[in-house]
Structure formats: structure tokens, C-alpha cells
T-cell receptor, first 116, second 112 residues
Framework: DARVTQTPRHKVTEMGQEVTMRCQPILGHNTVFWYRQTMMQGLELLAYFRNRAPLDDSGMPKDRFSAEMPDATLATLKIQPSEPRDSAVYFC??????????????FGPGTRLTVT | SQKIEQNSEALNIQEGKTATLTCNYTNYSPAYLQWYRQDPGRGPVFLLLIRENEKEKRKERLKVTFDTTLKQSLFHITASQPADSATYLCALKAGNNRKLIWGLGTSLAVNP
């Protein structure tokens, strides 16, 4: 049963601290997405990778957020320094694009981040 | 501005009835639209995709319609069950934009 995994599931930290979230996409998938979900804004795309290359990170605050894929089995999202307004649930999703213009996304369980 | 709207109020229905959820959009020409289900504390799960040139798509008890003139998609669950209780999200891909644009979701409660 292939699944996207994310760690940690919950993170409580103080303002100013660095936060690193990790994601293991489904083996064989070539696209990875990072989303942030809040009650007010819903799901917001932060960054998007295809074959490990960043294609779109326009939704991400560049001064404090960074996203990388050091290899095909690991995607990371870092926040440094963290702020209370970053409190949200962060989802990683993966998918397989083979040239067709549509595809479904498989989401991980999310990391619930609380910044105090 | 570009936006997607879903029923903000929770939908409560009786078991066995048909649930109908609405997704309206403005200022887009979607290439396709997707529906996802999200349970509390979990990530969204893909249910159905409907393309711009399709009027209707079915999967078991689920049916999605897509009216590009009305700029609306309807999501139906027939013979609803308490296990169908969840939040349902619609998302659309507009043209060459790589992003999916997401609605805030509608909460559905099916009462036994």
C-alpha cells in the first residue's frame, strides 16, 4: 500500500526557531508538492517539484521558507526563522505526470505546526 | 479576482438520501476539475476528475457534473452513508497554470 509519509506529525516550537519538515513521496512518482492548510485560506501551494527540480515556489515566502529535494525519496521544507503566523498544517503530496495534462495528487498525513 | 467558492455551511442529510455539493468558480477557464475528500486529521484523498469537455463523470455512488457555461461543478453522493461524512474539496487547474486552485471545502454530515 504505497503512501506519502511525512515527519514529524506534530511540531510545537517557539518563534525564531528553525523548523524542518520531511516528506517521502510515493516511489516512482515524479512530482512533489508542498501545501499549507489553514481554516481561513484553505490549501495553498507553497512549492512544486518535477523530477526533483523546483518548478514553482511563488507561493512561498522566500525570506524564511526553503524547499529542496536532495534525492528522489526525500523532500524537505524549512522555515527559518519561524513565526506564529506560520502555524498551520503542512501537507506534502506526490503524483505521476507522464505527459498527460491531468493527474491526481496523493497527500501525506500532514505536519501540524504550532509556533508560539 | 479569481476564486473558487464552495458551500461554506455544513450540509446535514439523512442516510440514504442524495448529497449534492456545489463548486462555483469565476474568471477561470479550467482544463479540468477534481474533487477530493478530507477526513479530520488526514490529507485529502482524490475522488474524481472531470475535464472541460466532459459533462458528467461517475464512479460507484459518486457523480460529478461540469457546466462551463454556468462555471459550476456539482458533486453528488447517492444512497449516502454515515461513512460519507467528511469535508469535500474541489480543485481546478486553469489552462497552462501548473497549480491546482482549491476551494475551502464543504463539510458533509450524514445522519443515521
Amino acid at each position: 500500500d504505497a503512501r506519502v509519509t511525512q515527519t514529524p506529525r506534530h511540531k510545537v516550537t517557539e518563534m525564531g526557531q528553525e523548523v524542518t519538515m520531511r516528506c517521502q513521496p510515493i516511489l516512482g512518482h515524479n512530482t512533489v508538492f508542498w501545501y499549507r492548510q489553514t481554516m481561513m485560506q484553505g490549501l495553498e501551494l507553497l512549492a512544486y517539484f518535477r523530477n526533483r527540480a523546483p518548478l514553482d515556489d511563488s507561493g512561498m515566502p522566500k525570506d524564511r521558507f526553503s524547499a529542496e529535494m536532495p534525492d528522489a525519496t526525500l523532500a524537505t521544507l524549512k522555515i527559518q526563522p519561524s513565526e506564529p503566523r506560520d502555524s498551520a498544517v503542512y501537507f506534502c503530496a506526490s503524483g505521476l505526470v507522464l505527459g498527460q495534462p491531468s493527474y491526481e495528487q496523493y497527500f501525506g498525513p500532514g505536519t501540524r505546526l504550532t509556533v508560539t | 479576482s479569481q476564486k473558487i467558492e464552495q458551500n461554506s455551511e455544513a450540509l446535514n442529510i439523512q442516510e440514504g438520501k442524495t448529497a449534492t455539493l456545489t463548486c462555483n468558480y469565476t474568471n477561470y477557464s479550467p482544463a479540468y476539475l477534481q474533487w477530493y475528500r478530507q477526513d479530520p486529521g488526514r490529507g485529502p484523498v482524490f475522488l474524481l476528475l472531470i475535464r472541460e469537455n466532459e459533462k458528467e463523470k461517475r464512479k460507484e455512488r459518486l457523480k460529478v457534473t461540469f457546466d462551463t457555461t454556468l462555471k459550476q461543478s456539482l458533486f453528488h453522493i447517492t444512497a449516502s452513508q454515515p461513512a460519507d461524512s467528511a469535508t469535500y474539496l474541489c480543485a481546478l487547474k486553469a489552462g497552462n497554470n501548473r497549480k491546482l486552485i482549491w476551494g475551502l471545502g464543504t463539510s458533509l454530515a450524514v445522519n443515521p
